[in-house]
């Protein structure tokens, strides 16, 4: 793959993400493929479809200043783009949420087709669901694969 093609892929992928951070949800999934699938440690499966519900829900949970993101590290190879990402932003009760995750994107002729996503799952349990109390998610996502 060229530099140039390698450049683009990287583009595509951070173009996501800052989407994301900022709210502006319509604008990220057009840069996913129809039949993209979003993963969260290589088992939570999303397609493209079900991603709106969990996006809309996270901006549910914290304030209008959005995601602030920053990304440390960004290494392609092939058609896979790899992000290292610090994210930090505050909930609608005040809390501070804070994170590392690491994303893993494949990128296809300017298009994302899978997303695989790590992340400390218990800040987010803390912190943006933390008013939900225990919940069991182990049965809510099927294999969108």
Do not use: C
Request: aromatic share 8%; charged share 30%; glycine share 6%.
């Amino acid at each position: 793959m060229s530099e140039d093609a390698l450049a683009a892929s990287k583009a595509v992928a951070r173009r996501v993400l800052e989407l994301i951070s900022r709210y502006e949800f319509g604008q990220a999934l057009e840069l996913l493929a129809p039949d993209a699938v979003w993963s969260e440690f290589g088992r939570v499966h999303h397609r493209k479809d079900q991603l709106l519900p969990d996006l809309e829900f996270l901006k549910g949970r914290l304030d209008a200043n959005g995601i602030s993101m920053t990304v440390r590290d960004v290494i392609a190879e092939g058609n896979r783009v790899a992000l290292s990402v610090d994210e930090e932003a505050t909930t609608v009760e005040g809390r501070k949420y804070s994170n590392a995750f690491t994303f893993w994107f494949t990128v296809v002729d300017g298009m994302v087709t899978a997303v695989d996503q790590y992340h400390d799952s218990q800040m987010v349990l803390t912190t943006i669901r933390a008013d939900e109390g225990r919940r069991d998610y182990s049965g809510r996502f099927e294999d969108a694969r």
